[in-house]
């Protein structure tokens, strides 16, 4: 456990730094999404699932061996998800968005609670639960529409050993190639913000390497340190939702929307 790090102020430097960018793109990990009660992927797993690592359920061998008790785990997480709502810090991005002619979020988060707090430019670096698909022919499925209770997990209409799964990228599956290049590309840019992440899953945790390489301010914000913190030009030692707020507040007193 790292030793408490003191909560660092939001300097009149990083609100200069954003008042000025043209493109910003963020990069959000579970941490963004914590305190909406959505545990984090390196929180211990509570109840249920507290004798599971999640990088033990979130693999295709986990998958090919136990099924049922991986569908079972993603069924309780979209139970957690419907209970929930998205936080400050998925607000205040909603509000950050609409401040940039060019602004990207990137999020490894699969919980979609960008897209319900109002984030309209999403790349989904690692899928999202609330869709389903065929684990053979990767065809989005109507859970609906199969909804045999018999079969746990629900078998699918498109092959005949076909399973139903979610559409999320497991450990050791490629990232989909189109997200991917979309985030590379908007790694060229004024200012990276990394929220929420310890930076350690790949390659999504590159991205923010990548960015200050080609010449972005670089801003972690995370209450804890990662090993991209000796990267960063400003490291807010914060929760997301409550420096965020406070950093679209001070940016629109002083950098007022043209
Ligand atoms: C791949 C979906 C190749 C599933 C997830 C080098 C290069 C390439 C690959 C690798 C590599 N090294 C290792 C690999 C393999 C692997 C990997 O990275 N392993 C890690 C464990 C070392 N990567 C892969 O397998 C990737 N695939 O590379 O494929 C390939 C190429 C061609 C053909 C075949 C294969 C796929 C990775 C995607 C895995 N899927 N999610 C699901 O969700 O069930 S990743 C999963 O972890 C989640 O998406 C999660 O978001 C993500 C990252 O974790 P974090 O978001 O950072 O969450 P974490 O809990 O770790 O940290 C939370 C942070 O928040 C903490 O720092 C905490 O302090 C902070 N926090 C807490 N509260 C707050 C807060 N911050 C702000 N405010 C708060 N209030």
Redesign the pocket.
Same mark, same amino acid.
């Given at each position: 456990m790292t030793a408490e790090r003191a909560p660092t102020a939001i300097s009149s430097e990083l609100i200069a730094t954003l008042g000025r960018a043209q493109t910003v793109t963020v990069m959000?990990?579970?941490?963004?999404s914590?305190?909406s009660g959505i545990?984090?992927?390196?929180?211990r797993n509570d109840g249920l699932w507290a004798n599971y690592r999640?990088?033990d359920?979130?693999t295709p061998e986990a998958f090919e061996r136990n099924p049922d008790i991986v569908w079972n785990?993603?069924q309780w997480?979209r139970e957690q998800l419907s209970l929930v709502q998205p936080n400050p810090?998925h607000r205040a991005l909603a509000a950050l968005e609409c401040r940039y002619r060019d602004f990207t979020l990137v999020?490894? #988060?699969?919980d979609r609670l960008h897209h319900r707090a109002g984030s309209r430019r999403v790349i989904e670096?690692?899928?999202n639960?609330i869709e389903t698909i065929c684990h053979r022919t990767r065809r989005l499925i109507e859970l609906e529409a199969i909804n045999d209770a018999s079969f746990v997990p629900p078998r699918s209409p498109y092959h005949p050993e076909g399973l139903a799964r979610?559409n999320?990228?497991?450990?050791?599956?490629?990232?989909p190639a189109s997200a991917l290049n979309d985030a590379t590309a908007a790694s060229a840019c004024d200012v990276f913000i990394s929220?929420?992440? &310890? &930076?350690?899953?790949?390659?999504?945790? &590159?991205l923010a390497v990548l960015a200050k390489d080609q010449g972005a301010a670089l801003i972690e914000? #995370?209450?804890?340190a990662?090993p991209l913190t000796g990267f960063a030009d400003f490291v807010l030692t914060?929760?997301?939702?409550?420096c965020l707020p406070q950093i679209v507040e001070r940016l629109n007193r002083h950098h007022p929307k043209d």
């Open positions: 959000t990990g579970a941490g963004v914590a305190e545990a984090t992927f390196r929180d999640p990088e359920l979130a785990w993603y997480r810090a999020t490894q #988060n699969v670096l690692h899928g639960i979610p999320v990228v497991w450990f050791g599956e490629a990232l929220i929420g992440t &310890s &930076s350690v899953v790949q390659p999504a945790a &590159s914000i #995370n209450p804890e990662t914060a929760a997301a939702g409550v």
